[in-house]
């Protein structure tokens, strides 16, 4: 990270710190798109616009907010960010680590992502919520090129277990206790912002991917990098290209996450239940 953008974490720690009197939780969600009006099970303490934190980026996507939300899901303290940045959108990608970093400096040490995706089974059908096991970084980008902060984290550092064994048994449980199918497989990430083509797709599914999608690596990776652990579920709002037979449209992948909102409301609660239990 350079010293520029070290700055404008802090710049970004003391804007939130200036909103927010009080505790920082050490659980952090991050909602993907038609995710964001999860804020309503909150008790939300207090807002915070991402343009009042100097640092963040601000998000340009139609269906994505911007805003912290800080304050209880249950009996768990949790801070969430309603909507993120994107590659695609064009911020250099070492502008992405800000808000993770300063999630980090805050005290979180847990990081949910969840994210909207395209199925590359046939069986990850439109509303199925997939836990994920692993990742692919098809971006050809990565957040921690560039200076390394060896206070955070080392140089090169281990991500054989990128999402944490622990809050995945743990999300299949509350998804058993709600009733919920789900299944689990490997996102891969692909810069967007066009949807893949039918060759790409058929080419991720031989690479191992179960799921191809926008977002989640480069948070995932700068988290992992400063030693928090990651869980991250996707929602399947489509089958990938050319496995539908029909042409993938944005309000497409919206409306089904939208749909399944619900579903992944019960799943999230049901995790933050069960962090919460186990921290008392
Ligand atoms: N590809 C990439 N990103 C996505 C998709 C997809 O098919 N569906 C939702 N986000």
Known sequence: MTAETKDMVTRSVEAIRRQHVGSFPSTALILGSGLGRFGEHLK?????????????????????????????????????????????????????????????????????????????????????????????????????????????????????????????????????????????????????????????VRMFARYGADAVGMSTVPECLVARHCGMRVAGVSVITNLAAGLSGHALSHQETIDEAEKAYEKMSALLLGLFDELASKAS
Not at 50 to 69: A, M, N
Not at 157 to 169: G, V
């Open 44 to 200: 939300i303490d207090t807002i915070i616009p991402y343009e009042d934190v100097q640092g963040f980026p601000v998000s340009t996507v139609v269906g994505h907010h911007g805003r912290l939300l800080i304050g209880r899901a249950g009996r768990l303290p949790l801070i969430c960010m309603q909507g993120r940045m994107h590659l695609y959108e064009g911020y250099p990608a070492q502008e992405l680590a800000i808000p993770i970093r300063t999630l980090f400096r805050l005290g979180v040490d847990t990081l949910i992502i969840t994210n909207a995706a395209g199925g590359l089974r046939k069986d990850l059908l439109p509303g199925t919520l997939m836990v994920l096991e692993d990742h692919i970084n098809m971006t050809g980008q990565n957040p921690l090129i560039g200076p390394n902060d060896e206070d955070v984290g080392p140089r090169f550092f281990d991500m054989s277990e990128a999402y944490d064994p622990d809050l995945r048994a743990r999300l299949t449980r509350a998804a058993k206790v709600a009733g919920i199918d789900i299944s689990s497989g490997v996102y891969l990430q692909a810069s967007g912002p066009n949807f893949e083509t039918p060759a790409e």
